[in-house]
């Protein structure tokens, strides 16, 4: 099941986005403002985010541009009364994939919610495999064999990303902004400490390696890369 994060601070349309998305049996999570958004990221995994422009505290279009800036690549559907080409084309540079204006028609929402999905290769897609171990984002399980592996959310993200990008190198600081947030108080060496936690409990691993790139950050190698 797809978990759609929805901000809107008007409540009437967070219920009705609310029921219409769960109608249709996608996981939904909601915020009012961008701010409440970002912390919601922090928290949860999310395939696709449907947001207002018009908000207080932070609008979409900062919220859209931090998202993108720390390295973010979910979709972005923007629903917003903003009806100018200059609002539309502020909104496509700054990061957005769609754009709806309102009022809006919620069967065609659902279309092209399922559309961006499907064009970011994530429509369904809740485990990710590397040779015989299996890491399921929604249970925040690795699997190999008989044997699973409960993970903390943060240390999933962290693998799940390397894991993602085999052999390509994240720094430190990208996955702090990505998977801690950009406003986490905490400094790299949170980000060491959990690679740490990751290599103590996978070093029996066969199938991958977490690999340090001094002055860098880190990557994760499959076995028949090493």
Do not use: C
């Amino acid at each position: 099941m797809n978990r759609i994060l929805v901000i809107e601070d008007e409540p009437n349309l967070i219920r009705l986005y609310e029921r219409v998305l769960s109608d249709h049996h996608f996981e939904v999570v909601t915020a009012e403002n961008g701010e409440q958004g970002l912390t919601k990221l922090e928290a949860v995994h999310v395939d696709l985010v449907i947001t207002d422009i018009m908000m207080p505290d932070m609008d979409g279009f900062l919220f859209t541009q931090l998202l993108r800036q720390s390295g973010y690549d979910l979709p972005i559907l923007m629903i917003t009364a903003k009806a100018s080409f200059n609002d539309k084309k502020r909104g496509f540079r700054l990061g957005a994939d769609d754009y709806m204006v309102k009022p809006i028609n919620l069967e065609e929402m659902l279309l092209r919610v399922e559309a961006l999905l499907r064009r970011a290769k994530i429509a369904h897609e809740e485990e990710l495999t590397v040779g015989q171990t299996t890491l399921n984002r929604q249970e925040l399980t690795l699997r190999r064999k008989e044997e699973v592996l409960l993970l903390r959310n943060k240390e999933f993200q962290l693998l799940y990303k390397l894991l993602s990008y085999p052999n390509k190198i994240f720094t430190r600081q990208q996955l702090m902004d990505e998977i801690w947030g950009l406003d986490n108080p905490s400094d790299e060496r949170t980000v060491d400490v959990h690679i740490k936690r990751l290599r103590e409990k996978l070093q029996s691993n066969p199938d991958f390696a977490i690999t340090t790139i001094r002055g860098l950050g880190y990557k994760a190698v499959l076995t028949d890369e090493t």
